[in-house]
């Protein structure tokens, strides 16, 4: 997805493989993800993308942690959406391995990632337990 502070900016979907660039975009103020070979279009993820970052991901901290040591969170997460409820705020983020959830709008600019995995779009067919065995099943 593209957050809400993103929708002035030209953007595509996400693809497997896809090099990515984490960076701030004029006009607007969030950050999110941009194509290596085109810095000026918003990447849009769907949530549930694996993406890999090239070194442990760094992000803007508040004040208070700064005066603690930061712990690695890793190179991989996963993509998500928080704040659903709320319209005029970032919903964009990133799940670390640990749990860990950071807004995407907080990482720091010019980290390099790469998509490695899309989120399944189908749904896997629901079972009826009160079906009888030999029952054709669907798709919900």
Same mark, same amino acid.
Not at 22 to 51: H, M, W, Y
Not at 127 to 132: I, L, M, S, T
């Given at each position: &997805? ?6 002035? /900016? ?6 497997? @493989? ?8 004029? @006009?607007?103020?969030?950050? @999110?993800?941009?194509?290596?070979? =085109?810095? +000026?279009? #918003?990447?849009? !993820?769907?949530? %549930?993308? *694996?993406?890999?970052? *090239?070194?442990? $991901? ?6 208070? *942690? ?9 190179? $991989? /997460?996963?993509?998500?959406? $928080? +704040? $659903?409820?709320?319209?005029? &705020?970032?919903?964009? #983020?990133? *799940?670390?391995? +640990?749990?860990?959830? /950071? ?6 600019? %010019? =980290?390099?990632?790469? !998509?490695? =995995? &899309? ?14 065995? +030999?029952? !054709?099943?669907?798709?919900?």
């Amino acid at each position: &997805m593209c957050d809400y502070s993103l929708h002035t /900016v030209a953007s595509r979907p996400a693809r497997v @493989g896809d090099a990515l660039v984490t960076k701030s975009f004029p @006009g607007t103020l969030t950050r @999110g993800f941009a194509s290596a070979d =085109q810095p +000026n279009v #918003a990447v849009c !993820v769907l949530p %549930g993308t *694996e993406i890999a970052f *090239e070194r442990d $991901v760094r992000w803007s901290r508040p004040f208070w *942690e700064l005066l603690q040591r930061a712990p690695s969170s890793g190179k $991989v /997460v996963r993509f998500r959406q $928080v +704040n $659903v409820d709320r319209p005029n &705020m970032h919903h964009d #983020a990133i *799940e670390f391995p +640990n749990g860990k959830i /950071v807004l995407l709008t907080a990482l720091r600019p %010019g =980290q390099k990632a790469l !998509v490695l =995995q &899309m989120p399944a779009t189908l749904q896997p067919p629901r079972y009826d337990r009160a079906q009888p065995a +030999n029952a !054709v099943l669907t798709r919900a």
